[in-house]
């Protein structure tokens, strides 16, 4: 009898979360196991990538009232809904101001689902999993409306750069049977918040396919957006318009580079919140020729191929996706030196690892830049080097009794 799982998300659209999803989802044996997965919102531009063997469940309506616009609840009815939120977003602000949280803090994250999940139905009510799987946090959802034997829930970031509400926090996640860390750096970052927890921990990093990335890459031609020209280094960035990505400063960067007399063009591949934020900074570095927002792009990986250098300055990363699927693609790869940097790449062997701040990390790349013989050591070692882990899925069946 096939051992039954299922795995709770928010949705499809583009990230590195989901891309990690997609991984996982891609790497079962479904000849032994039954996966089914439940999305908040049937939504996403990745939802077509979702395995046929993969039993998607039925949207439940309530469950799309914590992602969508207050308009669009009252037009749904959802006044449980809306009332919860609201009162979370009371309670997060009071709290934040009473404790003098800084503005990276994940309270009303947290309070947006433990003051609303009273208000959801169960999910596939009647049908008891063997393993229940929390993909994307809070995680209060798996905890509460799924029936299963044992439940795992996943850390995706680094948590010593964020300020939450620890004992609300510790409360949900103790719920869960097991907790999935990506990296040995989120690992030691969750457990120094939550020494209670360590034992739970267990290390599953996100699951990449190398030929599905490689066969992806090759799918279409990026010269009518990304040009190569002769004597220009392109450089592409990927990932959403966030704090977390430091897109903002790429101008600033690029300008240095440019002054350092080094033809660059940089390309962001993305969308977000940031985004206007990232157009007036490239403005007002006079950038506009040399820092191009490419948007969002279903199938980023071609504008990967394509390019000479792969950077992600990011200012905190738990494990970022991106940075491995560059390396797959042969890239020389550049990570500004965030707390999980260590964890990403070896540096000076498979990338580089460069300083946080502006100038440092334009340095870092110019230096990378004029050492042909670095660039070439570091694509050789990416081919020679076997990024592919499937095999990282075995650790969760192990869980299942």
Known sequence: MKKKVIIVSHGMRIGGVERSLIGLLNAFDYEKYEVDLFLFIHDGEWMPLIPKEVNLLPEVKKYTGLLISTKKNIKNGYFDILLGKTYAMLKSKLFCKRNKLSPQNLVYMDYLQKYTHYSLPPINPGKEYDLGVSFMNPHYIVAHKVNCKKKIAWIHT?????DFDIKSELAI?????YIASISDSCTVSFANRFPALKD???????????SFIREQADRIDT????????GVVTICSVGRFSEAKNFDNVP??????????????????????????????IADASMQERVIILGKKENPYPYVKGCD?????????????????????CKPVVITN???????????IDGVVVPMDNEGCAEGIRALIQNKPLQQKMIENCRNSDFGNEKEVEKIYKLIV
């Open 223 to 230: 010269e009518d957006e990304a040009l190569k020209e002769t």
């Open 252 to 281: 600033f960067i690029c300008k240095k580079l440019v002054e350092w007399g080094l033809n660059v063009r940089w390309y962001l591949i993305g969308y977000g919140g940031d985004e206007a934020l990232i157009r007036s900074k």
């Open 158 to 162: 680094d948590y010593s750069f964020f």
């Open 309 to 329: 250098i792969y950077a992600q300055p990011s200012r905190y990363e738990g494990k970022a996706v991106t940075v491995r699927e560059a390396q797959i693609l």
């Open 200 to 210: 739970k921990i267990v290390l599953i990093e996100n699951i990449l396919s190398p």
């Open 173 to 177: 996640w103790g719920k869960y049977d």
């Open 338 to 348: 965030f707390a999980t940097a260590a964890s990403q790449l070896r540096d000076g």
